[in-house]
């Protein structure tokens, strides 16, 4: 409520400050008899600018400098004995927080305590009033800078356009600022994780037994990368065996056979496998497939776990095969018609066209949508962490329960996550490994697949 | 001396093969649109046939009379003259506790035996009361706190069924399993046949599901309502955050960049994050958000956030794309009457590009609601059973409370009401599918 009215302040500060720029700007025009360079909104609009900018400017100093000050306050009020016990300076600074917001705390507060939170609920106060009057002071100076700028000769329109450009750049930083977030924060935490566990233990490791971070540092846990490594493997494998054959195939068929109509329903009709949700296929994994196939294995005299990298990777290439279909379906669309015709004249038939003239030429284009479907079977998460079984070991065997890089990450960060013990980090070693074997895939892939496509044009 | 054959006998030797061949490679096509269609048409089967059952709950329709003698309480406190409002609060509160420690179950019972005889035994309290989901009591003292009038009465009342009787008659569980593997006793197994028959319990629309938030101690009575709530949250964040960012990352990239090797590099770097795996996403929120930022566990803030950023590729594509589509003609004339590139662009381009780009959000929207692992990294598989007042209350979210339900001991009842969130959450993301579709057709425009 109370950020709903002080929205609402703003809103009409900001539309009041924009009303009088335009007019102003309009006023100025009709005394000198002068054209304005730009239309007055975009006087308005300066001045808007000039308003919230500064305003916006000592709000963020604020927040940044405000926990310096009341960590400071805070260490005023501490006795010597606290200050030099990091462990207990830390402790009691919670404590005094809590107090402060109003958090039941254990036992009763110490009289020293008690007093460095009353100067704290004062000092907010006083800082919360002076935010709001340099705030003010500061979104007052700028309007008033901005109001004697206005002239008919002043370029409003430049300025404003100027500034939405700044705003576009910094929209397209945030998608590099994500990549160099994901990059720090995974990297980070994985090297705070090789630490405790040595590099070489980590990925040439072939036993997954992390433990249980509660039995403390002493039980050290073991960290084998390889068996998770290779049950994403066998699950992809498999996933690229279901959906490599129909995926292709299907779109060989759309685009060259089909007529338009066949083409209108079946080409969505596929499509809508790739807006299902993945927990969905782990559901359907879980509750439908695995024991269809345990089963039907135990008909024809196979052991198949109902839980397998059989189950996960059949069902994550029904995932994957509109995948494949519509990337394959757009590379071999934009092979020349020319090539078909110069095959047709000398008397092939459309499938030899097909096999021996369309796939070789659309090939690179094909491995790099293959590629991309790998890296997605890499990182797909819900289906294999209901249908793969978790058994981290090493096997050979399709039908036996194998565990991921995914599904370790889920069961290391779920639950209490305490980011200091080697059994969570070790979740961000997986997954910078996970982002780094995804991201060569993708690079490839996106290399082959926009090469490729300039190729004909 | 043999002759040698002729080409044209070669050929037609051959020709049999040749188109022998064909039809095989065409029919092997067709065979995989149609195994590709038919797995579409066995996962939705699979689901509905699961699912849809669980949207008809057994509730028992009572005659329940509310007995003085068994509901034995003060009449309401009203506030005396002179008692101060704290005073009338206190009373009220510790009426209000007794109301609730009253023998609701006995009522229950009297109920049922009305129409099993056997049911009104003293020592069958528990087991009759076992035949209804035990959070059911609440409607009741909640009857009778917004009505004390109502005690004397006797009233009509639906009551849901506790998950078993649910089971049992529905018949997901085999009958003919030996007692000690059924979750009923043999005398609510046949209180259950016989109430059934007599059409006192009934199989109702289970509005609980929309109604309810997620409960442990009765399953029958566990609901989606905070989970909806949870991801409306996270979809509104989402609209609000990476709709706006990726339009305008989308319109800089194509309209105003200089394409030089740092775009180039900007291009790439956003084609590659839409394939980074979702859980990446999970861990980044994770480490930055609740480890760096001390933001709470659990809350649609955090999770709107990581699905933000997973969705600002696909609308930065999308958007992208819906700009480029806008023919060159249109931004020429504005630029050349005299509007300025930013005035072509704002005034002129991007009208002709909102529907693409509209189309594409709704996609990227819909994606993010259905994704689940990441928010597995943030907490948000944590159990709770409230309605999320703001994004920093904790929540859960749809596609995780599948995952939790799924997870659940009592299997052979929450196969079904997992399969049943599902329907709801398809239900949804279908809607948003076909609205953009719509979008497309309507608004489509070929130059």
């Known amino acids: ?457 | 001396m043999p002759q040698s054959k002729s080409n044209r006998e070669l050929v037609a030797s051959k020709l049999g093969k040749r188109h022998r061949s064909e039809t095989m490679f065409k029919s092997m096509g067709l065979g995989a649109i149609l195994i590709g269609i038919s797995l579409v048409g066995i996962l939705f089967g699979s689901i509905l046939y699961k699912g849809i059952p669980a949207f008809w709950q057994a509730t028992l329709h009572l005659n329940l009379t509310f007995d003085p003698e068994i509901i034995d309480i003060d009449p309401r406190p009203t506030q005396q003259p002179g008692q101060s409002a704290a005073d009338f609060h206190d009373e009220l509160l510790s009426w209000q506790r007794a109301l609730r420690r009253a023998k609701w179950d006995s009522l229950i019972q009297a109920a049922i035996a009305k129409d099993v005889p056997a049911a009104g035994a003293p020592d069958m309290r528990r087991t009759a009361f076992g035949l209804v989901a035990s959070n059911e009591r609440v409607k009741l003292w909640e009857m009778v706190e917004k009505d004390p009038g109502i005690i004397g009465q006797t009233v009509p009342v639906a009551l849901v069924a506790s998950e078993n009787v649910d089971v049992w008659l529905k018949g997901n569980i085999d009958r003919d399993l030996p007692q000690r593997f059924q979750q009923l006793s043999e005398e609510q197994q046949k209180w259950s046949d016989e109430l059934y028959k007599d059409g006192v319990i009934r199989m109702d629309f289970a509005s609980s599901l929309f109604t309810n938030v997620d409960s442990r101690s009765s399953g029958a009575t566990a609901g989606l309502l905070g989970a909806i709530v949870g991801s409306v949250m996270m979809m509104l964040i989402v609209m609000v955050v990476a709709v706006p960012v990726g339009v305008m990352a989308a319109i800089y990239l194509e309209e105003f960049a200089p394409k030089n090797r740092v775009t180039d590099l900007i291009e790439v770097n956003i084609n590659n994050l839409a394939a980074v795996p979702s859980i990446v996403f999970g861990l980044l929120g994770a480490a930055v958000f609740i480890n760096f930022f001390g933001l709470p566990l659990s809350a649609p803030l955090v999770g709107g956030l990581v699905l933000s950023l997973m969705t600002l590729p696909t609308v930065i594509i999308a958007s992208r794309a819906a700009l480029r589509a806008v023919p060159p003609s249109i931004r020429q004339a504005a630029l050349g009457i005299g509007a300025s590139p930013t005035q072509a662009m704002f005034h002129h381009t991007l009208p002709l590009a909102v529907p693409g780009m509209l189309t594409g959000a709704i996609i990227g929207v819909a994606q993010a609601l259905g994704e689940t692992a990441p928010l597995l990294l943030i907490g948000m598989n944590a159990f709770v059973a409230s309605v999320p007042s703001t994004p920093l209350d904790q929540s859960s979210a749809l596609p995780v409370q599948i995952y939790l339900w799924q997870g659940n001991e009592n299997r052979n009842f929450f196969e079904s009401r997992t399969s049943a969130a599902i329907l709801v959450l398809l239900g949804v993301m279908i809607t948003l599918n076909a609205f953009a579709i719509f979008m497309r057709h309507r608004f489509e425009r070929r130059w």
């Open chain 1, 1 to 457: 409520m109370n950020t709903m009215i002080s929205l609402a302040i703003i809103l009409i500060v900001l539309s009041f400050v924009y009303t009088w720029g335009a007019s102003a700007s309009r006023r100025i025009a009709a005394k000198t008899g002068q054209r304005l360079h730009s239309r007055p909104p975009y006087y308005g609009l300066y001045l808007v600018l000039w308003c919230a900018i500064p305003a916006v400017i000592v709000f963020i100093a604020y927040t940044l400098l405000f926990p310096q000050f009341q960590a400071a306050i805070i260490d005023s009020y501490l006795p010597q004995a606290v200050l030099n016990d990091p462990a207990e300076l830390s402790s009691q600074t919670r404590q005094i927080e809590n107090i402060l917001n109003g958090v039941s705390v254990i036992g009763t507060p110490e009289p020293y305590q008690l007093e460095a939170v009353r100067t704290l609920r004062s000092f907010e106060w006083i800082g919360r009033l002076a935010l709001l009057a340099l705030a003010a002071v500061a979104a007052f100076a700028g309007t008033l800078v901005a109001r004697r700028r206005i002239s008919p000769h002043f370029r409003a329109r430049n300025r404003i356009e100027t500034a939405i450009e700044m705003v576009l750049i910094v929209c397209s930083g945030i998608a590099i600022l994500t990549t160099v977030g994901i990059v720090l924060s995974v990297l980070g935490e994985a090297v705070r994780f090789f630490t405790y566990v040595s590099p070489v233990d980590f990925f040439f490791g072939t036993t997954w037994n992390p433990r249980f971070s509660t039995t403390g540092s002493s039980g050290q846990g073991e960290f084998g990368l390889l068996p998770l490594l290779w049950g994403t493997m066998m699950i992809t494998i498999i996933a690229m065996c279901v959906a490599v054959p129909v995926g292709l195939l299907a779109a060989v068929y759309l685009s060259e056979y089909a007529g338009p109509k066949f083409r209108f329903f079946a080409k969505p009709l596929l499509e809508i496998l790739a807006g299902i949700p993945t927990i969905v296929y782990g559901i359907f994994a879980a509750f439908t497939v695995g024991p269809f196939l345990s089963e039907f294995g135990s008909m024809v005299g196979l052991s198949i776990n109902a839980t397998s990298a059989f189950t996960a990777g059949i069902v994550m290439g029904i995932m994957i095969i509109p995948f494949v279909s519509s990337l394959s379906d757009d590379i071999i669309s934009q092979v020349p018609q020319a090539m078909r015709d110069g095959s047709y004249g000398l008397g092939a038939t459309q499938s030899e066209t097909i096999r021996k003239v369309i796939l070789p030429a659309a090939l690179p284009g094909i491995v790099g949508a293959f590629l991309l479907a790998v890296s997605r079977a890499i990182g797909e998460t819900m289906i294999v962490v209901l249908a793969a079984g978790n058994s981290p070991v090493l096997t050979a065997n399709p039908f036996d329960a194998v565990s991921t890089v995914t599904v370790t990450i889920v069961n290391q960060l779920t639950g209490d996550t305490d980011f200091a013990s080697p059994q969570s980090l070790v979740a961000f070693a997986l997954g910078l490994t996970l982002f780094v074997i995804t991201l060569c895939l993708n690079v490839v892939a996106i290399y082959i697949v926009r090469k490729y496509r300039e190729q004909y044009e």
